[in-house]
């Protein structure tokens, strides 16, 4: 048992900030993303056994439980919006600011890599984001959803094409306002 317990503190201490940067990138505040991020961490506490003995194994675990914690409270997040549309609009303004924070001024090219990012279908979405923002290779962010490692690299190259397209048709749209 103190091995699995040695594996736990291990995990946590590598992976702790990286799953609260994913939370914070997926809900519309920093107080939602910490309740994320302290059910993970009890989650992968109760079953310390279950926490492969290789770091990599170890981290695709976590950010496995960690994407499943995240559906469970997006249907708490969807409740919520749909009772207060405002005050989901005022969470998100400040997720923008708190995600600002922790990378530094956000410019207007990153912004609009954001919202063209968040065009795309949810599954493209998060694959492109497991890859580009997390740092998972394309077959590690394919077992994290579930899918072949050939049906991720299809989807990955479709979803860098379809952002590649909305960015350029932002940028024209951007040259003829201007």
Do not use: C, K
């Amino acid at each position: 048992m103190a091995d699995a317990r040695d594996r736990l503190t291990r995990l946590v201490g590598a992976e702790a900030a990286g799953l609260l940067a994913y939370f914070v990138r997926r809900v519309p505040n920093r107080e939602d993303a910490a309740d994320l991020l302290g059910e993970t961490l009890l989650a992968l506490a109760r079953r310390p056994d279950r926490i492969p003995d290789d770091p990599e194994g170890a981290r695709r675990w976590a950010f496995g439980v960690a994407r499943t914690v995240l559906r469970a409270g997006r249907r708490t997040f969807s409740i919520r919006t749909a009772r207060d549309a405002a005050a989901a609009e005022q969470l998100r303004d400040a997720a923008l600011l708190s995600i600002r924070e922790i990378g530094g001024p956000e410019d207007t090219e990153q912004r609009a890599v954001r919202e063209a990012v968040r065009m795309l279908p949810e599954r493209d979405r998060e694959l492109l984001m497991l890859v580009h923002w997390e740092g998972f290779s394309i077959e590690e962010a394919a077992a994290l959803l579930g899918m072949p490692g050939s049906s991720a690299r299809t989807r990955l190259a479709r979803a860098r094409q379809s952002l590649a397209a909305r960015l350029d048709v932002s940028d024209r749209v951007q040259a003829v306002q201007t």
